[in-house]
Nanobody
Framework: QVHLVESVVDSVQPGGSLRLSCAIF?????????ACWFRQASVKLLLHVSA???????????YYADSVKGRFSISQDKDENTLNLQLNNLKPEDTAVYYC??????????????????WGQGTQVIVSS
């Protein structure tokens, strides 16, 4: 079982930066774990942002949507048990509710919401001047 809790963040002006954190509570440590950030702008689809894969025997990796490559950076702090997303050079179109999601077994492509079993409650990001 995995429980996810996102941090609350302030609004930011275009060009600014934010850091999102998602506390991860895991009852067991599996051999495979993937955590992802999705976002949903008002009345729009839930879209993938970035994911990080942890594999006990093998190589993990990170993935990014084209729209955020070079601006966002995903990381996992194992000491703090958090999933982090650094958002730089923010644009108004980055405004959305951001959700962290996780799965402890492979269920499909990283960019599909259906691949994840556990979801956080979402945190609002507003980029506005």
């Amino acid at each position: 079982q995995v429980h996810l809790v996102e941090s609350v963040v302030d609004s930011v002006q275009p060009g600014g930066s934010l850091r999102l954190s998602c506390a991860i509570f895991r009852s067991t440590i599996s051999s495979y774990f993937i955590a992802c950030w999705f976002r949903q702008a008002s009345v729009k689809l839930l879209l993938h942002v970035s994911a990080i894969v942890e594999v006990k025997r093998g190589r993990g990796g990170t993935y990014y949507a084209d729209s955020v490559k070079g601006r966002f950076s995903i990381s996992q702090d194992k000491d703090e048990n958090t999933l982090n997303l650094q958002l730089n050079n923010l644009k108004p179109e980055d405004t959305a509710v951001y959700y962290c999601a996780a799965a402890d077994r492979s269920r499909g492509a990283w960019y599909l919401p259906g691949s994840y079993m556990y979801w956080g409650q979402g945190t609002q990001v507003i980029v506005s001047s």
